[in-house]
Nanobody, 122 residues
Framework: QVQLVESGGGLVQAGESLRLSCAAS????????MGWYRQAPAPGNEPTLV?????????LYVDSVKGRFTISRDNAKNTLYLQMNSLKVEDTAVYYC??????????????WGKGTLVTVSS
């Protein structure tokens, strides 16, 4: 079973930058999408899509992060990244990575990381 481990979260001030990483425990031979989701700290909130990338490198961003966030991946390192610039207070959330349709030698499945907290102060 593939494990995804996020890192890079922390406390920053508004306007600063962070880069999140999501490392996979094994090589993923193929996938449908890799993405970053976030869950704001409020009761009842569910994770919502922030950005995703396809195997061909096509990207999609939610409007609120366009021009500020960049999703990328390093196949050799089995790692997904999210560069976050010009952070805003409203970006505060737990950020999760997800791989949809991950294909390994034995399985095809969706996987989530356990999340990394990003806190942006004013």
């Amino acid at each position: 079973q593939v494990q995804l481990v996020e890192s890079g979260g922390g406390l920053v001030q508004a306007g600063e930058s962070l880069r999140l990483s999501c490392a996979a425990s094994e090589t993923i031979d193929g996938f449908s999408f890799m993405g970053w989701y976030r869950q704001a700290p409020a009761p009842g909130n569910e994770p919502t899509l922030v950005a995703r990338i396809t195997p061909t490198g096509s990207t999609l961003y939610v409007d609120s992060v366009k021009g500020r966030f960049t999703i990328s991946r390093d196949n050799a390192k089995n790692t997904l990244y999210l560069q976050m610039n010009s952070l805003k207070v409203e970006d505060t959330a737990v950020y999760y990575c997800k791989v949809e349709g991950a294909r390994t030698k034995l399985t095809i499945a969706d996987y989530w990381g356990k999340g990394t907290l990003v806190t942006v102060s004013s």
